[in-house]
């Protein structure tokens, strides 16, 4: 099932969270009995299955993407790996569209893993999206290694390393950096 998927993502040139993440964002999903988890960047469904792995039966993952053949892949993996679909509800549409209609203060798990020009507001919605005790999670938050050098300038690795800075400076929540795949930003709302 995974295998399949990322074989997808790589022939629909998007995006698919390394196996270290996935097995990071399952136990992520597994220790706050995350129900109920928002993931912006569909992708070809790699991070979903891991996230569905951690959750409980009756959880429900919200996927968001604006490329509706990134949605049928996944929608193909869920189904290859017997994902009830009951248990996913996939969203067609740009990010910042639907981020601001989703409920306040109602997700346990917020997956950030699409367009690095956006995380600025894409993290500002996931933490008004999530309940105390939630989890926010930044895929990428390394960049290809080129965060953490303070030579590398480029537009991109500016904002995700910004994004980083803001959490670590940020009172609502708890954050760390987990040095897994190319990085992944971690931070629990208090």
């Given amino acids: 099932m995974l295998l ?53 039966p009756e959880g429900v993952l919200t996927t968001i993407d604006a490329e509706l053949e990134h949605q049928r892949a996944a929608k193909r993996a869920f189904a290859e790996a017997g994902v009830a679909p009951t248990r996913t509800r996939a969203i067609p549409g740009r990010p910042a569209d639907v981020l601001p209609r989703l409920t306040d203060a109602a997700y346990d798990l917020v997956l950030v893993a699409a367009d690095p020009h956006a995380y600025p507001e894409y993290v500002g919605e996931a933490l008004r999206m999530l309940r105390p005790g939630g989890v926010l999670a930044v895929d990428g938050a390394l960049h290809h290694g080129m965060v953490p050098d303070p030579a590398r300038r480029d537009e991109v690795t500016t904002v995700v390393r910004e994004v980083g800075r803001s959490l670590q400076a940020d009172p609502r929540v708890l954050p760390s950096l987990v040095p897994a795949g190319d990085g992944l930003l971690v931070a629990v709302r208090r």
Avoid: N, S
């Fill in 4 to 56: 399949r998927a990322r074989e997808r993502a790589a022939e629909l040139g998007c995006h698919a969270v390394t196996p270290g993440t996935g097995a990071v964002l399952r136990v992520l999903a597994a220790a706050v009995g995350a129900r109920t988890v928002v993931e912006v960047g569909t992708g070809t469904g790699v991070a979903a299955l891991w996230l569905l792995g951690g959750m409980p």
